[in-house]
């Protein structure tokens, strides 16, 4: 059985840094489901300290949104 401690070692140690992306871009119902999902990710003592942006091409990135107090 494993435990979640198990799954989360095992998240982190196959977790990477995609430098190489497809040519399509992601549908805006898919970018707005990942943002409400990063919305609702926990945060130690609930300081919420992430920034999230959307690059909408590979040349021009959209400025940070932020998602909860900075």
């Not at 401690?5 to 990942?34: C, H, K, M, W």
């Not at 300081?47 to 107090?69: E, F, N």
Request: net charge neutral; charged share 15%; no cysteine.
């Amino acid at each position: 059985m494993t435990t979640l401690a198990d799954q989360v070692d095992a998240a982190l140690i196959t977790r990477r840094s995609i430098r190489a992306f497809l040519p399509t871009p992601l549908p805006g119902a898919d970018i707005e489901a990942n943002l409400e999902a990063a919305s609702r990710a926990p945060s130690g003592i609930n300081t919420q300290p992430w920034k999230v942006s959307i690059a909408v091409d590979a040349i021009r990135p959209t400025s940070p949104l932020s998602i909860g107090p900075i």
